[in-house]
């Protein structure tokens, strides 16, 4: 019985003097059967565990492989690559840093790949996260386009600021070009007796108006209409005044 008792109390001993060597390990290093076996550094990979007789052996990450922290795996990562350009190349303690080229976004949280930026002027975008990956740390977007100004309003780009699109039917007046997301109304320059106006001549050259894509259609409607008016041209309504 005495005997028993002694087995289990250096059992106990022996486990506690375990746990205190494993305790005392630093920060950069690992416990390996009882040994405090040095962890690689940024730039290195495990080559050989620590024995009783020496410590662990690292070597540097091979060309187009890296590692970023203190590490005791066997081999480092594969560098990544991306789409279309790069904004930091890879290194044996970091990965690329992608980016996306002028009129493109970027795809995911680190720009592996990239899409068409489909909003145009007079539009904001709206970023949604689709696909999120907590191992890899990977965010997928998704990317929808929007107006800035609401529906009676158009984006003046000058200014930086959305402005009312002028009522033309509400001063007695036709409406020549109903406006849109970066132009304002155009309305036919017939002033009436009782509407008195302030207004200022457009210019039959619709590269003034430098339409987005998507209002490019409505260059022609402008082009034709002033062809055919025999008054002092289509009018641009700036003020309002009445009497």
């Given at each position: 019985m005495i005997a028993s008792s002694f087995s289990l109390a250096v059992i106990w001993v022996l486990n506690i003097g375990t746990i205190q060597h494993v305790a005392g390990c630093d920060e950069q290093q690992m416990e390996v059967e009882g040994r405090c076996c040095n962890m690689c550094p940024p730039g290195e990979f495990l080559k050989e565990l620590c024995t009783e007789q020496h410590q662990t052996v690292c070597s540097p990450c091979e060309m187009g492989s890296y590692s970023s922290e203190y590490n005791m795996f066997g081999k480092c990562e594969e560098c990544s690559s991306c789409q279309q350009e790069y904004a930091e190349k890879c290194t044996p303690t970091a990965n690329v840093r992608c980016r996306c080229s002028s009129g493109f976004l970027c795809s995911n949280n680190v720009c592996s790949s990239c899409e068409e930026n489909k909003c145009v002027t007079g539009e904001r975008r709206n970023r949604t996260v689709i696909d999120k990956s907590a191992s890899e740390g990977l965010e997928e977007y998704s990317y929808h386009c929007e107006p800035?100004?609401?529906?009676?309003?158009y984006y003046e780009v000058k200014d930086n600021v959305c402005k009312p699109r002028t009522q033309c039917a509400i001063i007695g007046l036709a409406e020549l070009f109903p406006g849109n997301k970066t132009h304002n109304s155009v309305c036919?320059?017939?002033?009436?007796d009782n509407h008195p106006i302030n207004v200022v001549a457009v210019s039959a050259n619709t590269s003034e108006y430098h339409l987005s894509k998507e209002e490019s259609g409505c260059q022609l409607i402008i082009q034709d209409e002033s062809k055919h008016s025999d008054s002092l041209g289509h009018l641009h309504l700036e003020n309002v005044s009445a009497l």
């Open positions: 800035i100004c609401s529906d009676n309003a036919d320059g017939g002033a009436s």
